[in-house]
């Protein structure tokens, strides 16, 4: 079987000064556009041949 490893950030950027009630949705929002692309890229994988998907441990980087 073929394997790939993908490794990708994510970067939210904020401007202004959001509220509280704005930072809990913006959570939500991201926490739901991050699942749909995943769903979106496993279905790309096993369409490609890569029908088995195993997660990887999520790799800490340093906050800029």
Same mark, same amino acid.
């Given at each position: 079987?073929? *394997?790939i490893t993908c490794h990708f950030p994510i970067t939210v950027?904020? *401007?202004? *000064?959001p *509220?509280?009630?704005a =930072? +809990?949705? =913006?959570g939500e929002v991201v926490a739901r &556009? =991050? &699942? +749909?692309r995943l769903r979106q890229a496993? &279905?790309? =994988? &096993?369409a490609d041949g890569y029908p088995v998907?195993?997660?990887a441990p999520a790799r800490n980087r340093p906050q800029v």
């Open positions: 079987m073929r *394997t950027t904020i *401007t202004g *000064t *509220t509280p009630a =930072l +809990d949705r =913006l &556009a =991050l &699942a +749909d496993r &279905a790309r =994988l &096993a998907i195993v997660e």
